[in-house]
């Protein structure tokens, strides 16, 4: 009886010791995942391949179309004037963000605001891609439908995009910056491949009247179209995993340059081969130029080239903005993790998806909403918000005086 007590009270405490040395080992886990996860450290050429996956993407959808709308047959002139006007204000930005250096905008908002600055800002971002990933979740999926799934459901084309965004968003940003730089270099092959094809389908008429629809509609009317750059907020989320505040600033001109590059050659190449204003009538400007590529009865079908690279850069750019908007919730309401939101978080992209009645009125929605309003996130805010935190600091006496440096 007594050896029989002796042994279950061993049994216990033994189980009590092993329950306690589990707890010890998840919290430690824990710890170790955070410690990781804050470690995680990013040069300029996985970065800057993330920003051209994400402002570039829109090449493949409705922007060549929207660009003919705005600027008629001066459409790749406006991009020329959009790029200048970008790096202009990222110039203004990064000057101010060197006295801030690691800290990204969220940071920036709870150093101005406190727990309610960090919040509103937490929030606008958050609405601001929560806004975009629906809208671009349908187009893409609705191009997929036209031209290959055209008797599939919108809603199952819509989960074949959703399962890699939620896939990729559960392994992290390392992953998907690390791919992004791969994937990069394809599509640019692809994009070049695309431009030799269709060389022989060039006129240059089409590029008359030059200056399209007026310049004021490029030089003053067009300014709010500077949205078109918006993807470089992502990078006022990255101080965090960047090395240096000298490639936070290079990384931003680098994305910026190239970006614009990529769009003007695309805007350039639409405008030479289907003249204005046909060219404000296609849904899907580029596949439609990769299908005119005729190269021989050995060479036929050159689009479905344009079709996998196409997908491919969509699930990227899809599983850039799942994240971030997961990253940026966690950080505005200090949660210790992310993962848990990813599911929550899909779903609501799914159902805002589903609400436009047509693919036209997601293009309309995006020319008149977003493309009109962005630049006030991407670009105003961070400046009027970083001009505050700087009067803060020189109040404090952190920012030095001119006439004492």
Known sequence: MYRNKENSLKFQGNGQREKKRSVKGIKYIRKWRIIVESKIVFGKVETTSLLIIVMTTQLFISFPRFVAEKAGTAGWILIVYLTVLSLFLFTIISKMYKNFQGKDIIDIGEYVGGNIGRILIGLIIIIDYMFIAPGVLREFSDSLKIITLDKTPIGFVMLFFLIGM???????????????????????????????GIIPNFNL????????????????????????????SILFILPPFLNSYD??????????????????????????????????????????????????????????????????????????????IVYVFKKTFRLEYYTPLILPVSVLVFAFALIPESMMRVFQLESQIFRAYAWIVTFGMPIILLMAALLIKKKKGAVPNEKNS
Do not use: H, Q
Not at 213 to 230: D, H, L, M, Y
């Open 166 to 196: 939620i896939t990729a968003a559960f392994y992290g940003i390392e992953p998907i910056t690390r791919f992004s730089a791969i994937i990069v270099p394809i599509v640019a092959a692809a994009f070049i491949l695309i431009i030799i």
């Open 205 to 232: 008429t089409n590029l008359f009247p030059l200056m399209g629809s007026g310049v004021n509609n490029i030089f003053i009317k067009g300014i709010p179209n500077v949205s078109i750059f918006s993807g470089i």
């Open 247 to 324: 490639c936070f600033r290079k990384t931003g001109f680098y994305s910026i340059l190239l970006s614009g590059f990529f769009l003007t050659v695309g805007a350039l190449i639409y405008t030479l081969s289907i003249p204005y204003p046909a060219s404000t009538e296609f849904t899907m400007p580029m596949y439609t130029l990769a299908r005119t590529i005729d190269w021989g009865r050995f060479f036929t079908r050159i689009e479905s080239i344009f079709v996998f690279v196409w997908a491919a850069s969509a699930f990227i750019y899809l599983s850039i903005l799942l994240f971030f």
